[in-house]
């Protein structure tokens, strides 16, 4: 059973950056796609981008401009960077596993943006 | 981005009756591989979404056949023969086959 954890600050101020890390349990990331998904209080879900060991990624053009995502075989992890986050910013952000689609999602990490 | 409604966007059902929730996509939703990537995710209370089904109709592993999965074109389908206790929660239709991955709204289902 695939097991993905997310982890890191859970408050960040507005202009600063936001860093989570997802780690994998299980699985080799070197296989299937990872993603991240976001969810604001009480709202629906919005994809955030994807990657593959291979480089291959892509974002949410909606914040293509102040997204990275990257990936770290050697201690099979991903992670993500948004900059300059705003209180718009504050969700629950979601990694999972994707086979063309996410189909096993971490329990995800709450983030709020505030000073 | 294509725009996915879901409708009703509550749904409150005795337990043992059936329950129906209906996805319409802004676009067509066949790749270019011939797969429609329409897919259904339950959020229980308090938790990550799970995902149900995949391409219109296939279950995931471990999900009970009361849940089942239709549609072509725009109008896509999801099915509950019989509701449950553990099936309260929300439950969005998701489509992958244009980026940026879109979700509906979400539907809530009570008991």
């Known amino acids: 059973q ?4 997310e982890s890191g ?9 936001l860093s989570l890390t997802c780690t994998v349990s299980d699985a080799s ?3 299937y796609y990872w993603s991240w998904i976001r969810q604001p209080p009480g709202k629906g879900l919005e994809s955030i981008g994807y990657i593959h060991y291979t480089g291959d990624t892509n974002y949410n053009p909606s914040l293509k401009s102040r997204v990275t995502i990257s990936l770290d075989t050697s201690k099979n992890q991903f992670s993500l960077t948004l900059n300059s986050v705003s ?5 629950v952000y979601y990694c999972a596993r994707t086979a063309r689609v996410p189909d096993m999602w971490g329990q995800g990490a709450m983030v709020t943006v505030s000073s | 981005d294509v725009v996915m409604t879901q409708s009703p966007l509550s749904l409150s059902v005795t337990p043992g009756q059936p329950a129906s929730i209906s996805c319409r996509s802004s676009q067509g939703l066949v790749y270019s591989n011939g797969n429609i990537y329409l897919n259904w995710f339950q959020q229980r209370p308090g938790q990550s979404p799970r995902r149900l089904i995949y391409m219109v109709s296939n279950r995931d592993s471990g999900v009970p056949d009361r849940f089942s999965g239709s549609g072509s074109g725009t109008d896509f389908t999801l099915k509950i023969s019989g509701v449950e206790a553990e099936d309260v929660g929300v439950y969005y239709c998701m489509q992958g086959t244009h980026w940026p991955w ?7 289902v009570e008991i």
């Open chain 1, 9 to 17: 600050p859970g408050l960040v101020k507005p202009s600063e950056t």
């Open chain 1, 29 to 31: 990331i070197r296989t």
């Open chain 1, 87 to 91: 209180a718009a910013d504050t969700a």
């Open chain 1, 2 to 5: 695939v097991l993905l954890q």
């Open chain 2, 102 to 108: 879109t979700f509906g709204q979400g539907t809530k």
